[in-house]
């Protein structure tokens, strides 16, 4: 069985600051990994997902995931936040060979102007 | 392609009662997904089918929660005497199998149990 831990529950920054959120899974088999971003009074959206290949993945806003799979991690960097970004983040897994996602507790991260 | 839709949005019920909600998948989405989620907490997975057929039920989905894909299409959850404990936002997702299952996230639909 796989799981996901987000260490930070609650990541408050300034805007044009520098952001990681952090990501770590445990599975028995190869996983393929995603981030989700909710914002306020909206749905889950998919903001990345790594696959296969390179194990740096970047999202359309600015945001970038490595797949580290010695740590088994897939932290989220951004290099200068701005105010829409903030949002609750979901780090989530999956198997290899379609299975059900498994979440971790999430990420809020709250950009301060 | 109009995304994954859910209805109702909001729904307020009390102990005891029966409720139903609907999830319309992407169109050509052969899996569907139902999660649940409380306040502080991730998605939890509920059920999963593709195309009609269900595949796997997770353990948090008591007998008192039943799920349909009758035709391949649109889905239906239903949970029978509600508890408080339900009080949850009920999320679906839908996916395509050829795409490494990247799911896609309706709005959810928050119950409010009283």
């Known amino acids: 069985a796989q799981s996901v831990t987000q260490l930070d529950s609650q990541v408050p920054v300034f805007e044009e600051a520098p952001v990681e959120l952090r990501c770590n899974y445990s599975?028995?088999?190869?996983?393929?990994l995603f981030w989700y971003v909710q914002y306020p009074n909206q749905g889950l959206q998919l903001l990345l997902k790594y696959l296969s290949g390179s194990t740096l993945v970047e999202s359309i806003n600015g945001f970038e995931a490595e797949f580290n799979k010695s740590q088994t991690s897939f932290h989220l960097r951004k290099p200068s936040v701005h105010i829409s970004d903030t949002a609750e983040y979901f780090c989530?897994?999956?198997?290899?060979?379609?299975?059900?996602?498994?979440f971790g507790k999430g990420t809020r991260l709250s950009v301060i102007a | 392609d109009t995304g994954v839709s859910q209805n109702p949005r909001h729904k307020i019920t009390k102990r005891g009662q029966n409720v139903t909600f609907r999830c319309d998948p992407i169109s050509e989405h052969n899996r569907l997904y139902w999660y649940r989620q409380t306040l502080g907490q991730g998605p939890e997975f509920l059920t999963y089918?593709?195309?009609?057929?269900?595949?796997?039920k997770s353990r948090l989905l008591s007998d008192r929660f039943s799920a349909e894909r009758p035709k391949g299409s649109f889905s239906t959850l239903e949970i029978q005497r509600t508890e408080q404990g339900d009080s949850a936002m009920y999320l679906c997702a839908s996916s395509l199998v050829a795409f490494a299952d990247t799911q896609y996230f309706g709005p959810g639909t928050r119950l409010t149990v009283l």
């Open positions: 089918f593709q195309n009609e057929a269900q595949l796997e």
């Open positions: 989530a897994v999956s198997e290899k060979g379609n299975t059900p996602l498994v």
């Open positions: 599975s028995s088999v190869s996983v393929y």
